[in-house]
C-alpha cells in the first residue's frame, strides 16, 4: 500500500542518513582529538584576544599560570615547548592567571593599573584599563576580565563551529563516494522495493558492526567501477552532495525522525469507522462505531 511503501522509504533514509552522521561524527571526533583541534583554537583565540601573535606576551605569560595550564613547569618559551595545551579554561582561573601575569606582588588597584599601563600593545592596554576604572575592587575587575574572556571565546566558538561544519560535510562527502550512497538511487530503489528496509526495527543505540551490517544491507554501494562519465553519473554526484549535506543535521535529528515513523509503523493505520445504522422511533440514524 501506499502508507506502508512511504513508511518503509521514510525508515530506510532516515537510518542510512543518521548512520552516516554517526559514523561522520565518530571520525570528526577522533580528527580533533589527534590533532588537538579544540586546544589550538583556545590558543589561537587566546593569542588574537590579548595580540599575542608570537606567543611572547601576555599569552604566554597566561599559559605559564598553573590554573590555566596545571601540566606546564613555567618554562615553556614557545608553543612548541608546550607540554599540554588545555582544551577549556575556566573564565575565572583566566582573569586571576592575567592578573597575576601583570601583578607579581599582590597590592593595591593604584599598582595593578601601573602595572597595566605597561602593556606594549596599546587596544589590550586600553581596555583594561577601561574596565578596572569602572571597577570598584579587585573581584568586580576579575569578573570583568572573565566577561571579556567569555564574549572573545564565543566569537571563537563560532568560528570553530563553522570550521567543524566544513569538515563534516568534506567527511560525509568522502564516505557518500567511498561506499556509494547516492540518496537519488536510494529513495528510487526503496520506493520500488520498500521490503529492503523491513530488517530495521529499531533505532541503533550505537555505532557497532550490527549497524554498518544494517546500513550495507540497504541499495548501495558500487556494482560497476569506475563510473561511466555520462548524465547518470551527473545524478549520481548530485545524490552524493544530498547525502553529505544530511550529515550536517547530526545522528540525532535523523534517529529521532526514525524512531517515530518505527513506531507508526508498529501501531499500523488508525481502523476506519463503519457506520451502525440504528432505527430509533422509526427514524435510522447512522452512528459511527470504530472496529474493535
Not at 11 to 30: D, K, M, N
Not at 170 to 180: E, P, Q
Request: glycine share 6%.
Amino acid at each position: 500500500m501506499l502508507g506502508s511503501t512511504v513508511l518503509e522509504v521514510a525508515i530506510g533514509l532516515s537510518f542510512c542518513y543518521g548512520t552516516v552522521a554517526l559514523i561522520v561524527t565518530t571520525l570528526q571526533e577522533a580528527l580533533a582529538s589527534l590533532f588537538r583541534l579544540r586546544a589550538n583554537t583556545l590558543l589561537a583565540g587566546i593569542k588574537s584576544m590579548l595580540n599575542d601573535p608570537r606567543f611572547d606576551g601576555l599569552a604566554r605569560a597566561v599559559y605559564a599560570h598553573p590554573l590555566v595550564n596545571p601540566h606546564t613547569d613555567g618554562t615553556a618559551m614557545d608553543e612548541r615547548s608546550l607540554r599540554s595545551k588545555p582544551s577549556y579554561i575556566e573564565p575565572a582561573h583566566f582573569a586571576i592567571a592575567l592578573v597575576d601575569s601583570l601583578w607579581k606582588v599582590p597590592g593595591d588597584l593604584v599598582q595593578l593599573r601601573s602595572a597595566i599601563e605597561t602593556i606594549p600593545d596599546p587596544q589590550v592596554r586600553t581596555a583594561m584599563l577601561s574596565m578596572l576604572s569602572r571597577a570598584r575592587d579587585l573581584q568586580q575587575f576579575q569578573d570583568m576580565l572573565a566577561g571579556w574572556f567569555d564574549n572573545a571565546m564565543a566569537r571563537m566558538s563560532g568560528t570553530y563551529k563553522r570550521n567543524q561544519m566544513l569538515i563534516s560535510l568534506l567527511i560525509a562527502l568522502l564516505l557518500s563516494i567511498l561506499f556509494n550512497i547516492d540518496s537519488i538511487h536510494l529513495f528510487r530503489t526503496l520506493w520500488q522495493q520498500p521490503g529492503l528496509a523491513a530488517h530495521i526495527k529499531e533505532v541503533p543505540a550505537a555505532l557497532d558492526p550490527a549497524v554498518i551490517d544494517a546500513l550495507m544491507a540497504l541499495p548501495i554501494g558500487w556494482t560497476r567501477f569506475p563510473p561511466v562519465l555520462n548524465a547518470d553519473f551527473a545524478l549520481q554526484v548530485a545524490g552524493w552532495f544530498i547525502t553529505a549535506t544530511t550529515a550536517l543535521f547530526g545522528a540525532p535529528f535523523w534517529f529521532d525522525l526514525m524512531q517515530r515513523v518505527v513506531r507508526m509503523r508498529a501501531t499500523g493505520a488508525k481502523p476506519e469507522e463503519v457506520p451502525v445504522a440504528m432505527r430509533i422511533e422509526g427514524k435510522v440514524a447512522a452512528t459511527p462505531v470504530p472496529l474493535p
